[in-house]
């Protein structure tokens, strides 16, 4: 299981964050009130989640993620309710849906992600199934996001896999 980090620069915020994924049983390595501190402390580690607010008082999530070593991905949650994917990030808005959170939090710690690190072939897949989507379903880029990510958590499939399945359904 991969250590799980979480940032927040209120306490109480912290803490409530870490008892929701500690109730999803999950374990809370490390909780910190800065980017600047989970990037010293992924450095340490060999991989990893860590949980954040989109914005933080010392940079942004998809700073953090950009700056992390392999292997790290970020869960930032957003006031404005955005939903966004980049490399070794995803973001949920808030307010959060447990259910959803939780099982994010629970594909990326143990290791059966591949919703982050993906090779140029596999984005191809990726991006042929949301084009089919859009065209087939009248479904827009993030909304055939979404669905490629939802469906693939709900099957435990990496995304590409759910991908090429929806390619072969549409066809």
């Known amino acids: 299981m991969k250590d799980i980090i979480v940032v927040h620069p209120v306490r109480e915020t912290a803490m409530a964050i870490r008892a929701l994924i500690e109730k999803g049983g999950y374990h809370v390595s490390h909780i910190c009130a800065l980017g600047s501190s989970a990037l010293e402390i992924a450095y340490e580690k060999r991989n990893g989640v860590i949980v954040c607010p989109f914005l933080m008082k010392d940079m942004t999530s998809a700073n953090l993620a950009e700056a992390l070593p392999f292997d790290f991905d970020v869960i930032a949650l957003s006031k404005n309710g955005s939903e966004q994917y980049m490399g070794n990030m995803i973001t949920l808005p808030l307010p959060v849906n447990t259910h959803l959170f939780l099982q994010t939090v629970g594909i990326l710690a143990t290791g059966t992600s591949g919703f982050t690190k993906r ?14 989507l859009m065209a087939v379903k009248g479904m ?6 979404k669905y490629l990510q939802t469906e693939s958590m709900k099957s435990g499939k990496k995304m590409v896999q759910t991908a090429m399945d929806v390619l072969d359904m549409l066809d």
């Open 140 to 145: 827009t880029e993030p909304q055939a996001h």
């Open 119 to 132: 090779s140029e072939n596999e984005n191809d897949y990726i991006l042929k199934a949301k084009q089919a």
